[in-house]
């Protein structure tokens, strides 16, 4: 009986006698319906479960049925428990990384308070995106070895490395569209107390 196998990316079941198979040298196989699959997951390093097009991408967003969910991957719900009890010991408080600190004050602020610059840091701590992100980095370093703790020289790599600047840059862009839809209000109530005087100004003439 041919065995019933799910793509890498998408997580859509594969055909028997189709798709492609995907060997890297430490041993980890890769399983992909499609060439587009395997460029978006091998050569653009997209994450399944921020592509609006995939099964991991609807479990997250509630779309998929609980019953569907467990039926499409056996991997994901092991994996998903492990996150939740993975310990990051990220730095805190005086020691937030000074390159976070400048780029939240930069795009967020500016000249945030301290308290402001740490609530938004322990935000992006609290975020699923930056779990998913370093644990997911954590195990490719670890290989098989299981993950439950990691330690802040690991965080520390995975801030300067690309997974860690990308998932920190989208966190930004979610936080600056958040800050950016408050802003609006207030200016345009000042933009039109300065438009006010205008028409007054034009009638004086007139009557002159």
Request: charged share 30%; net charge positive; hydrophobic share 40%.
């Amino acid at each position: 009986m041919p065995i019933r196998r799910s793509c890498s990316f998408c997580g859509n079941e594969i055909e028997p006698g189709t798709g492609k198979m995907f060997i890297r040298k430490d041993g980890t196989v890769f399983l992909f319906c499609s060439h587009k699959c395997q460029a978006n997951m091998l050569h653009l390093g997209r994450v399944p479960r921020w592509t609006p097009w995939t099964q991991a991408f609807r479990r997250a967003a509630g779309r998929v049925a609980a019953a569907e969910a467990v039926a499409a991957e056996e991997a994901p719900a092991p994996a998903e428990s492990l996150v939740a009890e993975v310990t990051i010991e990220a730095p805190k408080g005086k020691d937030i990384p000074a390159d976070f600190a400048d780029l939240i004050d930069k795009r967020l602020g500016p000249d945030l308070s301290r308290g402001a610059l740490e609530k938004h840091y322990a935000d992006f701590l609290g975020s699923d995106a930056f779990r998913t992100s370093i644990i997911g980095w954590a195990k490719k370093k670890h290989g098989a070895k299981p993950i439950t703790q990691i330690e802040r020289a690991e965080f520390l790599a995975w801030k300067d490395s690309p997974e860690g600047r990308r998932a920190f840059k989208a966190w930004l862009d979610r936080a600056w569209q958040t800050v950016k839809g408050r802003k609006p209000v207030a200016e345009a109530g000042e933009a039109d107390e300065e438009e006010a005087p205008a028409p007054t100004a034009k009638k004086a003439k007139k009557g002159k």
